[in-house]
């Protein structure tokens, strides 16, 4: 069974083949091509998705001083949206039919200062999602 933190959850579904490096990137296309067929369960720390993440230090995200309590919140805000909470079981496919309702606030909230708005950009599901936004 895989574990997802909160905002993977929506910024997942955006992926577009870009990462830190190579072995972020293949991690990340593993968990996205197992999301498809396994259960997924939340989780309020790191995650299957951080697990490859050279900015992973002591279970807390290093990327800048805040970023460890940006995420979190982040999290926070996407289980609100999906009506989830840590510890529940859900499918992917269950996730990505709640995203035409939560985009909009997600996307005001959080994609525009994002560093990998230009990654998801290049993805056709979120050009979709900010084209009916």
């Known amino acids: 069974m895989l574990i997802f933190r909160g905002h993977h959850l929506i910024c997942l579904h955006f992926f577009s083949g870009d990462g830190y490096d190579a072995s972020f990137i293949e991690n990340l296309r593993d968990v996205i091509k197992r999301a498809e067929s396994e259960e997924i369960e939340i989780v309020s720390g790191d995650d299957d998705v951080c697990a490859k993440c050279l900015y992973l230090k ?23 949206l999906l009506n989830l909470r840590a510890g529940q079981r859900v499918t992917w496919q269950a996730v990505k039919e709640y995203m035409p309702g939560i985009f909009r606030e997600w996307y005001n909230r959080y994609c525009n200062d994002c560093d990998w708005k230009q990654a998801c950009e290049k993805n056709e599901f979120y050009r979709e999602r900010k084209g009916n936004k």
């Open 58 to 80: 002591d279970h807390k995200c290093a990327y800048d001083e805040n970023a460890d309590e940006e995420i979190r919140e982040m999290d926070e805000t996407a289980l609100r």
